[in-house]
């Protein structure tokens, strides 16, 4: 059986700099994997890339043995693909039902005559349901963060890629957001590729890490392994491995 995404020596430029350069990786269906590396190392524009927001230069991507490099993002969504950003963007102007209903409008999604239960399921499973009406502009930034999940799982991906969840979250919002990645992972059986640099939980999280420094992929293993991966430790965790072990 095929992996469910192949990545084969997929490059990208920017004039003289090579913001990734001949990234190789598989992901099985179920996993919950990361991408680590310091900032500058390629990570979001790998996401970019896989997702249709940058065209490659180079290489291969392959969803489920079909090549997604070159379609458009909204394509890419609708073959089974969805991520959150690093910066939240919410639908101004909209409340949070409306934000969601937006994701179930895409073809893949065949709600139907049960769009309003669909919606009014996410928004439990990401606890925003009590915020249904609320417009967007007056969520505090942890809900926001849910709320970008709760649009891409509308969408219903089979791959879903989280580019930094913790920024910007307090201590205490962290452990809850963590809970809904697993649940989301254990219920539905959700491929994950997470972006993040809370070490701690991103290691607890991820049973398998991609480290990325300068563009390039320079080590791929479970997580106790990557922290004691000595170009791993020169490149970014330093005197943070021990901690994170």
């Not at 230069?57 to 890419?76: N, T, Y």
């Not at 926001?144 to 799982?153: D, S, W, Y």
């Not at 910007?168 to 219920?187: K, M, Y």
Request: proline share 5%.
């Amino acid at each position: 059986m095929s992996a469910l995404l192949e990545v084969e020596g997929l490059t990208k430029r920017f004039s003289g700099v090579t913001a990734v350069k001949d990234v190789s990786f598989t992901l099985e269906a179920g996993e919950i994997t990361g991408v680590l590396g310091p900032n500058g190392a390629g990570k979001t524009t790998l996401f970019n890339l896989l997702t249709g927001f940058l065209p490659s230069d180079a290489g291969a991507a392959r969803f489920e043995g079909k090549s997604i490099l070159g379609a458009a993002p909204h394509a890419i969504v609708n073959r089974g693909v969805a991520r959150t950003f690093q910066l939240c963007r919410p639908f101004y102007g909209m409340t949070v039902r409306e934000n969601v209903v937006v994701g179930c409008l895409a073809p893949r999604v065949h709600a139907g005559g049960g769009l309003e239960q669909r919606v009014a399921e996410i928004l439990e499973e990401v606890g925003l349901a009590h915020k249904a009406a609320q417009p967007v502009e007056i969520l505090p930034y942890g809900d926001l963060r849910r709320l970008e999940i709760a649009r891409a799982l509308a969408t219903r991906p089979q791959l879903l890629l989280l580019d930094e969840p913790f920024a910007g979250l307090g201590a205490g919002e962290i452990e809850p957001l963590v809970q809904l990645i697993r649940q989301l992972h254990d219920s539905q059986g959700l491929t994950i590729l997470i972006i993040e640099h809370k070490l701690r939980e991103f290691m607890q999280l991820v049973s398998r890490v991609i480290a990325m420094d300068f563009g390039e992929v320079i080590a791929i293993g479970a997580p106790g392994d990557i922290v004691r991966h000595p170009r791993v430790i020169e490149s970014y965790i330093g005197k943070g491995a021990n901690a994170i072990a």
